[in-house]
């Protein structure tokens, strides 16, 4: 059973930065496929950023040069890094591993954290 434990959410004023982390157990993250999704009230899921088995990386036209995903092998653990942070942000953000497509794209996954809750608001 793959578990996804993400971390770092909370409040924080327009402009501000968070970093987001997801540790991952039962499941050797290097050269896998994963990423972080969200999800806002009354609004779709959607896909923020990716990294594949060659650490390519991906992200969402609405977070580029803004956020930044990275991978710590070591420490068998993803982060997401958020800067320049507007309400526009605010979701439940969750961390994702193992595409069902066997693509690293936006799409659907099969293991899912339980999210942490990024609120962006003066």
């Known amino acids: 059973q793959v578990q996804l434990a993400e971390s770092g959410g909370g409040s924080v004023q327009p402009g501000g930065s968070l970093r987001l982390s997801c540790a991952v157990s039962?499941?050797?993250?290097?050269?896998?496929?994963m990423g972080w999704f969200r999800q806002a009230p009354g609004k779709e899921r959607e896909g923020v950023a990716l990294?594949?088995?060659?650490?390519?990386?991906t992200y969402a036209d609405a977070v580029k040069g803004r956020f930044t995903i990275s991978q710590d092998n070591a420490k068998n653990t993803l982060y997401l890094q958020m800067n320049s942070l507007t309400a526009e942000d605010s979701a439940m953000y969750y961390c994702?591993?193992?595409?069902?497509?066997?693509?690293?794209?936006?799409?659907?996954?099969?293991?899912w954290g339980q999210g942490t809750q990024v609120t962006v608001s003066s």
């Open positions: 994702v591993a193992e595409p069902v497509s066997g693509y690293c794209i936006f799409g659907n996954y099969y293991y």
């Open positions: 039962t499941y050797n993250s290097r050269g896998r496929c």
């Open positions: 990294i594949d088995r060659y650490g390519g990386l």
